[in-house]
C-alpha cells in the first residue's frame, strides 16, 4: 500500500517569496492534516480536512497561509509571502474517519526561508 | 485546550536495557486517544502505540508498552530490549473523541549506546 506522499522535500526560497507544497494521501483516506513542525518542537496543526472541507483552521495564519484539497484527494499548502519564522518542516498526514484510527505520515517537506 | 507535556528533552540508554519516557497531558474530557509516535532522521512519523482511555488496560506491542494513570493524566512509554533502530525522537500525542486533531507534545530525543 502506498503511503502519504509529499513534494518538494526540501525547498529554499527568500523572504517575501511565496511556496507551495503538495501532500497526495492514501487512498480512501477522508481525512487530511498539514502540520507545522519547527526544528526541536512537536509537529502543530494548521488545517485539517474531511473530504473537501475544513474541519479546523484555527491555527493557521490565514493572512498568509492557504490552503485546499481538490475533489477530496490531493492537497496543496501554500504560503505567500513567506517571513523567516516560517522555516520549518511540514507534515502532511491522512486517516480514516474516527478518533483512533492511525495518522499516516509523510516524509514531510523541508522548508528553509532566507 | 487540550496540552501535552515531555519533560525529557534528552534520554539515553545502553542497548539492550529498558528506557521509560515521560508524558503528562492537560483534558476536561473523558473519551479520547493517546499515542506514541516516533520520528527517525528521515522525519516520517511512525506509530509506536496507542491507548483507549476508556480501556484500564495498559497497551502493548512487543517490546513497547505504556503505563497509563488516567487520574494522573499520565501516559509513559517503556521500551523493553533496546535496540540501536529505536534511536529516534519520540512524540506523545492526544486525540479526543470528537475533534480527531492529533495534540503534540515536544518530544524526546532518545539516544541508544551500544
Known amino acids: 500500500e502506498a503511503g502519504v506522499a509529499q513534494s518538494p522535500r526540501y525547498k529554499i526560497i527568500e523572504k517575501r517569496q511565496s511556496v507551495a507544497f503538495w501532500c497526495n494521501p492514501i487512498?480512501?483516506?477522508?481525512?487530511l492534516y498539514w502540520y507545522q513542525q519547527i526544528l526541536g518542537q512537536g509537529p502543530k496543526l494548521l488545517i485539517q480536512?474531511?473530504?473537501?472541507?475544513?474541519?479546523?483552521d484555527s491555527q493557521l495564519p490565514k493572512d498568509r497561509f492557504s490552503a485546499e484539497r481538490l475533489k477530496g484527494v490531493d492537497s496543496t499548502l501554500k504560503i505567500q509571502p513567506a517571513k523567516l519564522e516560517d522555516s520549518a518542516v511540514y507534515l502532511c498526514?491522512?486517516?480514516?474517519?474516527?478518533?483512533?484510527?492511525?495518522?499516516?505520515f509523510g516524509q514531510g517537506t523541508r522548508l528553509t526561508v532566507v | 485546550a487540550q496540552t501535552v507535556t515531555q519533560s525529557q528533552p534528552e534520554m539515553s540508554v545502553q542497548e539492550a536495557e529498558t528506557v521509560t519516557l515521560s508524558c503528562t497531558y492537560d483534558?476536561?474530557?473523558?473519551?479520547?486517544?493517546l499515542f506514541w509516535y516516533k520520528q527517525p532522521p528521515s522525519r516520517q512519523m511512525i506509530l509506536v502505540i496507542r491507548?483507549?482511555?476508556?480501556?484500564?488496560q495498559n497497551a502493548t506491542e512487543n517490546r513497547f508498552s505504556v503505563n497509563f494513570q488516567k487520574a494522573a493524566k499520565s501516559f509513559s512509554l517503556k521500551i523493553s530490549d533496546s535496540q540501536l533502530g529505536d534511536a529516534a525522537m519520540y512524540f506523545c500525542?492526544?486525540?479526543?473523541?470528537?475533534?480527531?486533531?492529533?495534540?503534540f507534545g515536544q518530544g524526546t530525543r532518545l539516544t541508544i549506546n551500544p
Open positions: 498526514a491522512s486517516s480514516l474517519p474516527g478518533a483512533g484510527t492511525e495518522a499516516f
Open positions: 487512498s480512501g483516506h477522508a481525512t
Open positions: 480536512f474531511q473530504n473537501n472541507g475544513v474541519v479546523d
Open positions: 483534558t476536561s474530557e473523558s473519551d479520547y486517544y
Open positions: 491507548q483507549e482511555a476508556y480501556k484500564q
Open positions: 500525542a492526544y486525540r479526543s473523541r470528537g475533534a480527531q486533531k492529533l495534540v
